[in-house]
């Protein structure tokens, strides 16, 4: 097993995971998970994930012909954004963050429990906040049934 380097980066990957990759890779690199989930909806499109929680990682996983890496989500406090690490940032470190490289906010969304998600669609980016404070990043890529990577609609 290897160590996973806790980089963010989006539409390219977590450290030395990258998008488009098959699950033994991450368990090459990650080990067992502690946790399988599986997710099958209405198209009969699959999600699995993987769910590392001592490690605060889960990897999901799309694609029915071939299934690959389509999303990260960490909760892991030493993860690194663009160099910083982005669970010591507030709101709005983050969107200057994500402003410097080029992305724009695209939603700003409060949900019943109080928690709040900015979501910047153009890097397939969302951070989640309680009370101010970090608490989860979820970032991916599109994958079709044949596990292949799409462009963003323009």
């Known amino acids: 097993m290897k160590e996973l380097t806790l980089e963010i980066k989006p539409k390219e990957g977590f450290g030395e995971l990258s998008f488009g990759e098959v699950a033994e890779r ?8 502690e946790e399988i989930e599986n997710i099958e909806d209405d198209d009969l499109f699959n999600t699995t994930i993987l769910n590392y929680w001592d490690k605060g990682i889960s990897v999901f996983f799309e694609g029915t012909e071939k299934s690959v890496i389509a999303c990260f989500e960490t909760d892991n406090h030493n993860s690194v954004l663009y160099g910083q690490k982005v669970f ?5 470190d983050v969107k200057r963050l994500m402003y410097s490289k080029g992305f724009q906010l695209a939603e700003e969304e409060v949900d019943e429990s109080g928690e709040k998600r900015l979501s910047f ?16 990043v979820n970032w991916g890529v599109l994958v079709n049934e044949h596990g292949e990577i799409e462009e963003m609609p323009a």
Do not use: C, H, Q, R
């Open 26 to 33: 991450v368990t090459d690199t990650l080990g067992k998970p």
């Open 88 to 92: 010591d940032m507030g709101e709005e």
């Open 121 to 136: 669609d153009d890097a397939m980016i969302d951070f989640f906040f309680e009370e101010g404070d970090l608490i989860a």
